[in-house]
């Protein structure tokens, strides 16, 4: 696929017939990383949910620290599990590496959706973030925080949102000296 065309047509998907392997993972993950980042500092790692047994130990956290996540608890009642890469941002305690690694986790991000999609494999990128306590449960630091859930998967074809419509770049477009 052109990369613009697989821009132009990625869709967010929110309902998964299953998982993806590690090995359908790794090259997502392998395409996220070439995301652009000052300083070459390569600011992510990543944590990986890809059994039930996972996503019961991670609801289980949740429980344990007097929450829960709708979305996980409905996964684990209908027995379908994507995928799911928690990724983790060093924070850097100097205000503009900071916002350079956090802008960089977008691009990152937005790579690993777009080679999913030349794939097939469905991605949604959730912002839940982690109370501390379970933050501590699987490993991620003080000195760290989540910039995103992406769960990945198969889907069918009626799990596609074809609503791809937006407002025309005009309308959200300045040029000065022209």
């Known amino acids: 696929m052109e990369t613009k065309y697989t ?6 998907i929110r309902k998964f017939r299953s998982g993806i392997t590690t090995e359908q993972l790794l090259p997502l993950l392998e395409a996220g990383i070439w995301a652009p980042n000052h300083g070459k500092r390569e600011p992510w790692r990543f944590i990986i949910f890809n059994t039930e047994s996972a ?3 991670l609801t289980h956290a949740y429980r344990e620290s007097g929450a829960t996540i709708p ?21 850097n305690p100097e205000a503009k590496k900071y916002r350079e690694d956090l802008l960089a986790h977008g691009s990152l991000i937005q790579n690993i959706q777009l080679a999913a999609w030349e ?43 074809s609503n791809r ?9 300045t040029i000065i000296g022209e």
Do not use: C
């Open 119 to 161: 794939e097939g494999i469905g991605v949604v990128w959730k912002t839940n973030f982690l109370r501390p306590s379970v933050q501590k449960t699987f490993g991620i630091n003080e000195d760290e925080e989540v910039t995103g859930f992406l769960l990945l998967g198969t889907f069918s074809a009626q799990a596609q949102d």
């Open 71 to 91: 979305y996980f608890e409905k996964m684990l009642e209908e027995k379908e599990f994507p995928t799911l890469v928690v990724v983790v941002l060093p924070r």
């Open 7 to 12: 821009i132009r047509h990625r869709e967010t």
């Open 165 to 173: 419509e937006r407002q025309p770049l005009v309308e959200k477009l």
């Open 55 to 57: 996503y019961q130990k």
